[in-house]
């Protein structure tokens, strides 16, 4: 069991170019979450699916786009990166709602 | 929308000694309260969750208290060890999702 994989692990992009993170989870887990973490601030949760086929937005969505591509796989894309993107990008997923997350190893991304 | 309050922000205890991190939550709907760690440079972990039918649980030298009256949960540590050092966080469920307070640091020094 892999867990929760994220790709990239870094990446740096200048400012006005897309990216997707991806994420996967060998869990069989329905729901899945995005989070960015900046120095000082927790965790703060960007999108989130409850269940394939459904996604909302969280606390902070303004930038960013998500696809719960299918059970597994819930990837967030950014199309025009500002440097306030510039964060730790955490992906999670959990059997339902108010269960354990299990966490994936993070994106750490630097927008110039 | 849901807001998450964790006190204090940093921490600093001898080994051996008691840490103590408090939370207040502000959805009375909230039912779920787990506590992560997380090392410097990893992904944060669930070290105890508590739900709001129990008012205490513990695991070892780690106990959970929730008080759903006055929406505060706090978390124990006795006997703190150096590998303990780490960043901590709390949070609550509002529905699905999950609201984390900003961190506690703590520092455990031999």
Not at chain 1, 7 to 29: E, I, R, W, Y
Not at chain 1, 49 to 61: F, L, Q, W
């Amino acid at each position: 069991n892999a867990g929760v994989t994220q790709t990239p692990k870094f990446q740096v992009l200048k400012t006005g170019q897309s990216m997707t993170l991806q994420c996967a989870q060998d869990m069989n887990h329905n729901s899945m979450y995005w989070y960015r973490q900046d120095p000082g601030m927790g965790l703060r949760l960007i999108y989130y699916s409850a269940s394939e086929g459904t996604t909302d937005k969280g606390e902070v969505p303004n930038g960013y786009n998500v696809s719960r591509l299918n059970k597994r796989e819930f990837s967030l894309r950014l199309e025009s990166a500002a440097p306030s993107q510039t964060s730790v990008y955490f992906c999670a997923s959990s059997e339902w709602g108010a269960d354990e997350q299990y966490f994936g190893p993070g994106t750490r991304l630097t927008v110039t | 929308g849901e807001n998450v309050e964790q006190h204090p922000s940093t921490l600093s205890v001898q080994e051996g000694d008691s840490a103590v991190i408090k939370c207040t939550y502000s959805d009375s709907a909230s039912n779920y309260f787990p506590w992560y760690k997380q090392e410097l440079g990893k992904r944060p972990q669930l070290i105890i969750d508590i739900r709001s039918n129990v008012g205490e649980k513990k695991d070892q030298r780690i106990a959970v208290t929730l008080n759903k009256t006055a929406k505060h949960f706090s978390l124990h540590i006795t006997e703190t060890q150096p590998e303990d050092s780490a960043v901590y966080f709390c949070a609550s469920n509002s529905g699905y999702a999950l609201n984390f307070g900003k961190g506690t640091s703590l520092l455990v020094t031999p």
